[in-house]
């Protein structure tokens, strides 16, 4: 039951009404003067105090004060004659979380009480009953899912959900969508396989893809003489976005787009495809000095720039185009391009690749504190915003705004919790990727992983004769039989990409222009 406390100078005369909110349920305690309700709060804490603003000797805002002291969490309600504005900001102020004026009859006071106190259960209530009818529909879309655009509605209606319940103490909803959510990734790994081979051979017939990226954006913007800028955030997932987007309202009108990573979902494919326009295999043929499979994955990202002027050049836009690029690998990079984004702003294309939510992914797995900090997707997304919040960025993004750029801001790939492990078997030449792999004769799992056995047929390099990928799916990593226990611990739980999952595929290109 309920306690409420009833200050009142004429509660006897109020007696219908303690009786009628008895009758709801209540537990209700009168005082007739504010030193009584100060000595019987401090005796105990009640749920909600419904105050008299006019009362003798110690009135209802010095009451209200003396409670707050008391009782900081303890919501009040005050009750007046008067509607003096000046008197309301002044309760106001000293955090009231409601007010009544005077007269008043117990159907007012029971629901201006059931709105504070039942607050919580009512809107517990109202998400629960939502959520059941969505949750029930995402489940029953999936017999339905036949177009990209199916799976992009229905991963951000997933995302959305589940930041939703970023606020609830309530974590039967968030199993019940992450077994959703895994049900989904289940079909749509089955979704690709049976259609992405399909989409690199009719380009009229398939999603925006990485390589279609500054072919629709950014040359039109560059053809009509317009100064732009792409903004790549290295393994940003759609939920990482949807938090640091707020940030950007004031400063920005936004439009969103949406668009499938090509795979693997690996920086050194994802992204070259982004800045050169082509498939791996085709930059491997096209500027073979500017692709080697026998370079480490970073160096594999050296020639971005070069990549992105033959791209312009291809388009017929590079011609007299000051074309410019700069990677920011860590606080002293973004400072230095802060304090010359003037500078930087001059240019006709700008390039510009973040990466430190790839660094953010990579440390957890190596970092215990990470982990602590950050032990599920809901706090990854916390420590996102608040990088982005406390970084040189907000700087940055607001001199962009003052410019007459138009802005891009869009992902390389995204990333997901590998919570699941999966037996390779391969040879020593075989790559260390976690959710990816090239090599001879592969083995493993098929429900667990995509099998492409000519590497040709999805547009990726062959390393030589008997190359074969695998590309896990949902949320699978691969682990050697050797030290399996080991390497499966170790690796468990860490945000990893290259795979096949909406959170590694789907990604968000924004369109900012400045207000």
């Known amino acids: 039951m309920q306690n409420i406390l009833w200050a009142d100078d004429e509660i006897e005369l109020l007696q219908s009404h303690v009786l009628f909110l008895q009758s709801k349920g209540y537990n209700v305690t009168t005082a007739s003067n504010g030193d009584d309700a100060i000595a019987k709060i401090s005796e105990k804490p009640y749920d909600i105090v419904l105050l008299d603003e006019m009362m003798p000797g110690k009135d209802g805002l010095t009451t209200l004060n003396e409670i707050k002291d008391l009782r900081p969490q303890t919501p009040v309600i005050m009750i007046t004659k008067s509607e003096e504005e000046s008197l309301m900001e002044d309760a106001i102020g000293k955090r009231i979380d409601d007010y009544l004026t005077k007269p008043v009859n117990p159907s007012q006071i029971l629901m201006a009480c059931k709105k504070i106190l039942d607050r919580k259960n009512i809107i517990s209530e109202k998400r629960s009953q939502e959520y059941a009818v969505e949750i029930s529909k995402l489940s029953f ?72 990226l500054v072919s629709k954006y950014v040359v039109p913007q560059v053809k009509n003489n317009n100064k732009t800028i792409l903004c790549v955030i290295d393994c940003m997932r759609l939920d990482q976005w949807f938090t640091l987007e707020p940030f950007f309202y004031e400063w920005f009108n936004i439009e969103k787009d949406y668009f499938y990573s090509i795979l693997p979902t690996a920086t050194p494919f994802s992204r070259n495809a982004i800045f ?48 410019r690029y700069v990677k920011i690998m860590n606080n002293e990079d973004a400072r230095n391009l802060e304090k010359n984004i003037s500078n930087y702003l001059d240019a006709d294309v700008l390039a510009i690749v973040i990466n430190f939510v790839d660094i953010l992914a990579h440390s957890r797995s190596d970092l215990p504190i990470l982990k602590e900090i950050a032990p599920n997707e809901a706090a990854y997304r916390s420590l996102t915003r608040s990088w ?31 919570l699941h492990g999966t037996k390779v078997i391969g040879d020593r030449e075989t790559s260390t990727s976690l959710r990816y792999k090239y090599g001879r004769s592969l083995k493993v799992d098929k429900k667990h992983a995509t099998l492409v056995r000519n590497p040709e047929d999805w547009k990726l390099p062959r390393r030589g004769v008997n190359t074969n990928y695998i ?6 990593y691969f682990v050697y039989p050797n030290n399996y226990h080991k390497f499966l611990n170790h690796y468990r739980d860490s945000f990893q990409h290259g795979g096949i999952s909406m959170e590694e595929v789907i990604l968000p290109l924004v369109k900012l222009q400045g207000k």
């Open 388 to 418: 982005f919040e406390h970084s040189p960025f907000m700087a940055i993004f607001r001199k962009i705004a003052e410019s007459s750029a138009r802005l891009f801001i869009t992902s390389d790939h995204g990333s997901v919790r590998g």
């Open 471 to 476: 590309i896990a799916k949902e949320d699978y």
């Open 276 to 323: 050169s326009g082509l498939f791996p295999q085709e930059i491997e043929k096209m500027y073979p000095e500017l692709w080697s499979m026998d370079e480490d994955d970073e160096s594999l990202n050296r020639y971005e720039k070069e990549l992105l002027e033959l791209q312009l050049k291809r388009h017929r836009v590079i011609d007299g185009k000051d074309v």
């Open 141 to 212: 879309s999936l017999m339905s899912m036949n177009k990209p655009q199916d799976w992009i509605d229905q991963f951000i209606k997933i995302q959305r959900m589940d930041m939703e319940l970023d606020a609830s103490t309530d974590t039967d909803f968030r199993q019940i969508l992450y077994d959703q959510r895994k049900e989904s990734n289940k079909e749509f790994g089955k979704y690709i396989e049976n259609n992405y081979e399909r989409w690199l051979k009719n380009q009229d017939n398939r999603p925006i893809l990485s390589t279609d």
